[in-house]
């Protein structure tokens, strides 16, 4: 059974900076592509970064340059570090993995319970 368990969230200043933790048990995090999202209040859910089995990342356009996600295998955790935070980064972040382990997942099928990120001005 795979499970994800993210902490890391709070409440910090705009311009502030946030590092996002993701355990991963059921599964070893090096074979797999894995990935955050976040749901701010009243809006869907959305893609915020992608970390390949083969190093690789993607980010979102907006968030590119501000965020950076990686993985420690020995740890089996996903990180996404968040720099020069902004009020409308506010949301709850999730961490997630695919059943499959494409490179590019068309789907991802575990979820973790999330962390609240808020971001006052």
């Known amino acids: 059974q795979v499970q994800l368990v993210e902490s890391g969230g709070g409440l910090v200043q705009a311009g502030g900076s946030l590092r996002l933790s993701c355990v991963v048990s059921?599964?070893?995090?090096?074979?797999?592509?894995m990935g955050w999202f976040r749901q701010a209040p009243g809006k869907e859910r959305e893609f915020v970064a992608r970390?390949?089995?083969?190093?690789?990342?993607y980010y979102a356009g907006s968030l590119k340059g501000r965020f950076t996600i990686s993985r420690d295998s020995a740890k089996n955790t996903v990180y996404l570090q968040m720099n020069n935070l902004k009020p409308e980064d506010t949301a709850l972040y999730y961490c997630?993995?695919?059943?499959?382990?494409?490179?590019?997942?068309?789907?991802?099928?575990?979820w973790g319970q999330g962390t609240q990120v808020t971001v006052s001005a």
């Open positions: 997630a993995a695919p059943a499959s382990s494409a490179l590019i997942p068309q789907q991802y099928d575990y």
């Open positions: 059921g599964r070893l995090i090096m074979t797999y592509t």
């Open positions: 970390s390949t089995r083969s190093g690789n990342t």
